[in-house]
């Protein structure tokens, strides 16, 4: 699967007062999958330190082909493993997965 950033990051809603809000534009196609996550996917502390996005991307490219709950899954199952230690960052996970409408 191919991985492209959306570019745009934002605060967690509900939690922050008054989030500065932006607003990105992006074509999606049938097929495509949209994943938003909190930071605790890419601020999880692993043997090598924190996972990131460069890692966390590695992770999706391979989940190409599931659905959206699949994605999910294998995401949240994929940090939980390489998770060290006890600190536990929340992690949320919304995955979108795009088709025609006919």
Request: contains cysteine; aromatic residues 2%; negative net charge.
């Given at each position: 699967g191919?991985?492209?950033?959306?570019?745009?990051?934002?605060?967690?809603?509900g939690?922050?007062?008054?989030?500065?809000?932006?607003?990105?534009?992006?074509?999606?196609?049938?097929?495509?999958?949209?994943?938003?996550?909190?930071?605790?996917?890419?601020?999880?502390?692993?043997?090598?330190?924190?996972?990131?996005?460069?890692?966390?991307?590695?992770?999706?490219?391979?989940?190409?082909?599931?659905?959206?709950?699949?994605?999910?899954?294998?995401?949240?199952?994929?940090?939980?493993?390489?998770?060290?230690?006890d600190?536990?960052?929340?992690?949320?996970?919304?995955?979108?997965?795009?088709?025609?409408?006919?």
């Amino acid at each position: 699967g191919h991985v492209d950033a959306v570019g745009a990051t934002g605060a967690l809603l509900g939690v922050v007062g008054d989030p500065e809000l932006r607003e990105v534009a992006i074509t999606m196609s049938s097929g495509d999958t949209l994943l938003l996550y909190t930071d605790g996917a890419t601020e999880t502390k692993t043997k090598r330190g924190r996972l990131g996005t460069d890692r966390l991307k590695r992770i999706v490219e391979r989940c190409a082909g599931l659905n959206a709950m699949e994605l999910v899954t294998r995401v949240e199952n994929e940090v939980a493993l390489r998770r060290e230690g006890d600190e536990e960052d929340d992690l949320a996970l919304l995955a979108m997965r795009f088709s025609e409408i006919s």
